[in-house]
């Protein structure tokens, strides 16, 4: 049984005939034609009514079927519906926002798996001579207090930063304190700071160049500056004397 066009006039929902009539003809006042509009915005069945009427005016005076009309019956989507489309499309940006971060663990999780395997503490008393004065005016290069680096060897990390700073203030281009300082930084997970004083060791020292090396490219690792832990290992595999030769080149082969 075919639908009757005619029915939508009668229900209390839609807009009767005289309404579309007076829209189509622009013959109701602004109040009534701001209210068609917005019934058209929600009424899919109004709205392929009035667009068939617009394309030939003499419908108006006619009965036909949906289907004689070429009216596809559209309806609102119900709010149900509406939901489930914006929970699916809620589900599918979690996933997308889930797959990005997945992928962003993953590289921070080698990052730390690299550094963590190739990382192993320097103690102090391997490359200085913990065994001097702790008087500041005896200090040099090989000759730091020995209470720094039973703090150090502790890992108590912060108090011996704090007393490498002070003895800083009498001897601020002392390798051996900017290369400790730098090694606290860096176990205490400050990389930006470590990586600045490494630089530093490097470009401005030459007792502790190879150690600041190796260290500086762990940082970059650790900070996912690849390229520039590359160009260090690099270097480091360039110099005949080093020490870490061999790791570097490993740890160059696994961020190639």
């Given at each position: ?65 949906i289907e004689e ?36 663990y993953k590289k ?113 690792v650790k900070t ?33």
């Open positions: 049984m075919k639908k009757n066009t005619s029915s939508i006039f009668n229900d209390s929902d839609c807009l009767s005939k005289d309404e579309m009539e007076r829209y189509i003809l622009q013959k109701g006042d602004k109040a009534s034609q701001r209210r068609v509009e917005h019934h058209l915005n929600s009424c899919e069945l109004c709205s392929g009514a009035i667009e068939a009427y617009q394309l030939d005016p003499t419908l108006l005076n006619k009965k036909f079927s009309m070429g009216i596809r019956e559209r309806k609102v989507i119900p709010l149900v519906s509406a939901k489930w489309f914006l929970t699916i499309a809620a589900s599918l940006g979690l996933i997308l926002v889930s797959l990005y971060c997945i992928h962003e921070l999780t080698q990052n730390d798996k690299l550094f963590s395997q190739y990382h192993q503490v320097l103690a102090m008393d391997e490359g200085t001579n913990t065994r001097g004065s702790n008087s500041i005016s005896e200090l040099t290069l090989d000759n730091l207090p020995i209470d720094i680096a039973e703090d150090y060897n502790q890992s108590k990390y912060e108090n011996a930063l704090q007393k490498l700073d002070n003895l800083a203030n009498s001897k601020p281009r002392a390798e051996e304190l900017i290369f400790w300082r730098g090694m606290c930084y860096l176990e205490l997970e400050n990389y930006p700071k470590a990586i600045s004083y490494f630089e530093d060791a490097r470009i401005n020292g030459k007792i502790y160049f190879d150690d600041a090396s190796w260290f500086l490219a762990l940082s970059y996912k500056d690849f390229d520039s832990a590359k160009q260090i290992l690099n270097d480091i595999q360039a110099s005949p004397s080093s020490l870490y030769k061999q790791k570097a080149s490993d740890l160059f082969d696994q961020l190639n």
